[in-house]
């Protein structure tokens, strides 16, 4: 498998924004589907967005507050979080793998590097007061 290398994390209050990022040094993210994934403690991994063949679908959960973007120059995909809630409180994980593979199905656990070719370390995000 391939390591991507995240960053960005951290502790917000309810209300506040985070930032991931996640970029990789031998895998060129341009052609392939994209993804992040979330995880909670005693929490299947959860979908939160996918790029996949130009276009870009949310989590229910997150539609409207998280953006999910590509700087292709930087070969770095984004995750923007806004309008955070505790319940967005989890570790989250970039991955990727070839195009229109990605759509559909959701590993019961994240990363899994059986299931798609490249995975982040993970970023803890958390939402409290």
């Known amino acids: 498998g391939v390591k991507l290398v995240e960053s960005g994390g951290g502790s917000v209050q309810p209300g506040g924004s985070l930032r991931l990022s996640c970029t990789a040094s031998r895998f060129t993210f341009e052609g392939h589907d994209m993804a992040w994934y979330r995880q909670a403690p005693g929490n299947r991994c959860e979908l939160v967005a996918i790029?996949?063949?130009?276009?870009?679908k949310y989590a229910p959960v997150v539609e409207g507050r998280f953006t999910a973007s590509q700087d292709k120059a930087q070969n770095t995909m984004y995750l923007q979080m806004d309008s955070l809630k505790p319940e967005d409180s989890a570790m989250y994980y970039c991955a990727a793998d070839d195009p229109d593979t990605m759509e559909g199905y959701v590993p019961m656990k994240c990363p899994s590097p059986t299931d798609y070719e490249a995975w982040g370390q993970g970023a803890q995000v958390t939402v409290a007061s």
């Open positions: 790029s996949s063949l130009g276009n870009t």
